[in-house]
């Protein structure tokens, strides 16, 4: 299990960006980003927020054990407007992106 510091420091490798850069990204300088990275001090939930947005995951990715490292911010507010839908019309969006998935897998299996 990684901890928050080891979570940061994966995916700013993910995407090829140096603890400056992140640091400016985020408001903070490289030194600071590498002492979250070893565990040395924690962010403010703020900064943290600011972590996940700059490396392209989300902030449940960073502070809990969840796999779930990019998850679309976009889905996730449909997603969360979604609970606030009666259990029939979510129950037509589940069919329709069902459709779309077996369609999507219909096609890489032809390609």
């Given at each position: 299990?990684?901890?928050?510091?080891?979570r940061i420091t994966y995916a700013?490798?993910?995407?090829?960006?140096?603890?400056?850069?992140?640091?400016?990204?985020?408001?903070?300088?490289?030194?600071?980003?590498?002492?979250?990275?070893?565990?040395?001090?924690?962010?403010?939930?703020?900064?943290?927020?600011?972590?996940?947005?700059?490396?392209?995951?989300?902030?449940?990715?960073?502070?809990?054990?969840?796999?779930?490292?990019?998850?679309?911010?976009?889905?996730?507010?449909?997603?969360?407007?979604?609970?606030?839908?009666?259990?029939?019309?979510?129950?037509?969006?589940?069919?329709?992106?069902?459709?779309?998935?077996?369609?999507?897998?219909?096609?890489?299996?032809?390609?």
């Open positions: 299990m990684m901890t928050f510091g080891q700013r490798k993910q995407i090829k960006m140096t603890q400056a850069d992140l640091g400016k990204e985020v408001g903070t300088s490289g030194d600071i980003i590498g002492k979250y990275e070893r565990d040395e001090i924690k962010p403010s939930i703020d900064t943290a927020a600011k972590i996940a947005d700059a490396l392209k995951v989300t902030l449940d990715f960073l502070v809990k054990n969840t796999e779930y490292q990019n998850i679309d911010n976009d889905a996730l507010k449909r997603l969360k407007l979604m609970e606030k839908l009666s259990p029939e019309d979510k129950s037509h969006i589940f069919a329709l992106m069902d459709a779309f998935f077996a369609k999507s897998k219909l096609k890489i299996l032809m390609d």
